[in-house]
């Protein structure tokens, strides 16, 4: 009686696992945008001279609201640009793939960020300016480069 409970163990647990699993992906409202990117960051210095420093990464997510906005964050602190890790939310236009911040507080350090002119251009290169009100609310910061991963329904439709 024993062996006959275990061979139908094993044949349901067989019959089962041969079956091919149906399944609708979903994706958040952002995922165009969302993202592992590889950056630089450029700007100019008080002498004058065009500073550009990179590659470095930078992660684009949606946020709980999964609508109009992603927090976009870099949790690396860069010595050549003298500034921390940084982490805000921005506000996202899905229609053309843009995103804006205005005084969006900084959840990673005391500052304040505004990012003008964010653009995600051909599915694969993104571009936008940054400035952190507190920490050098004088200098604007250059972000451009690349996707370095993404969903691959996205990339190849």
């Known amino acids: 009686m024993k062996s006959k409970i275990i061979f139908l163990s094993i044949f349901f647990v067989g019959f089962i696992s041969c079956q091919k699993m149906e399944y609708d992906q979903q994706f958040s409202a952002t995922y165009p945008l969302n993202g592992e990117w590889s950056v630089s960051y450029e700007y100019v210095n008080s002498g004058g001279i065009k ?15 999964n609508k109009d906005s992603v927090w976009i964050q870099d949790q690396i602190k860069h010595n050549a640009l003298n500034f921390a890790p940084y982490q805000f ?4 236009n ?14 990673s350090n005391d500052d304040i960020c505004t990012v003008k002119n964010g653009k995600i251009v051909n599915k694969d290169s ?5 400035n952190f009100k507190v920490k ?8 451009y480069g690349h996707r370095r991963n993404s969903y691959d329904e996205y990339m190849n439709p």
């Open 136 to 143: 050098d609310p004088n200098t604007t910061y250059k972000v």
């Open 89 to 92: 939310k921005a506000n996202a």
């Open 94 to 107: 899905m229609s053309d793939f843009t995103f804006t911040s205005k005084n969006s507080p900084d959840i």
């Open 126 to 130: 993104i571009y936008f300016e940054i």
């Open 51 to 65: 500073i550009v420093d990179g590659p470095h990464l930078i992660y684009v997510f949606n946020t709980a609201a």
